[in-house]
């Protein structure tokens, strides 16, 4: 089946430091997500992606659809303390697709 | 509103125990999904349910079964539990929109199950 990899697998970083993080696929898809979950908690979406080269933007989260569709980029700026947690991103194959294929996830940790 | 509901939180089962984990959820969502989730390893799908009355196998269904009870509830059985099956599980809802699913699967708080 699909696979997803993302990159960095954690991270540290000092408040007030920008982010980035990717997630790479042998696959193509049509639709991205970025998803995130707080310890303890059920994953929530942050941001959906639908066409290649789309650049989206959710406060200080911008996420970018990649050109061949093989790939996605999620940047966060002037990290904050409640940016910790778990950043999975996923790929969905068309919209009637009922299954998401989630990355392994990338966890952010924030130092004061 | 409560959004998807998942119970219990925590669970301890011995190798063989059978147990049911519930799901609700209060948004008219056509889908629902049961998720495991493993270190290192994302979010798996387990089974799932398109519409009230069917069922269908994920990427990783052995060992499971599921009942959509109405299209409120879904709730996933694992007859005798065996030690691979510690792991955190999730249940999903997503409603139908004009052209297709809606991207945004909202999910519970999960169930911490360890099967000793």
């Known amino acids: 089946g699909q696979q997803l990899n993302q990159s960095p697998q954690s991270m540290f970083i000092q408040e007030g430091e920008d982010v980035s993080m990717n997630c790479t696929s042998s696959?193509?898809?049509?639709?991205w997500l970025w998803y995130k979950q707080d310890p303890g908690e059920g994953p929530v979406l942050l941001i959906a992606l639908y066409k290649a080269g789309e650049l989206t933007s959710n406060g200080r989260l911008t996420a970018q659809f990649g050109i061949t569709r093989k790939d996605s980029f999620l940047n966060i700026s002037a990290s904050i303390p409640s940016d910790v947690g778990i950043y999975f991103c996923?790929?969905?194959?068309?919209?009637?697709?009922?299954?998401?294929?989630f990355g392994p996830g990338t966890r952010l940790s924030v130092l004061p | 509103n409560a959004g998807v509901t998942q119970t219990p939180k925590f669970q301890v089962l011995k190798t063989g125990q059978s147990m049911t984990l519930q799901c609700a959820q209060d948004m008219n969502h056509n889908s629902m999904y049961w998720y495991r989730q493993d270190p290192g390893m994302g979010l798996r799908l387990i089974y799932y349910?398109?519409?009230?009355?069917?069922?269908d196998k994920g990427e990783v269904p052995n060992g499971y079964n599921v009942s959509r009870l109405n299209k409120r509830e879904f709730s996933l059985r694992l007859e005798s539990a065996a030690p691979s099956q510690t792991s955190v599980y999730f249940c999903?809802?997503?409603?139908?929109?004009?052209?297709?699913?809606?991207?945004?699967?909202?999910f519970g708080q999960g169930t911490r199950l360890t099967v000793v």
């Open positions: 999903a809802s997503r409603r139908y929109i004009s052209g297709g699913w809606n991207t945004e699967a909202f």
């Open positions: 349910s398109a519409s009230e009355g069917t069922t």
């Open positions: 996923a790929g969905q194959l068309d919209n009637y697709g009922q299954n998401f294929v």
């Open positions: 696959s193509i898809f049509n639709t």
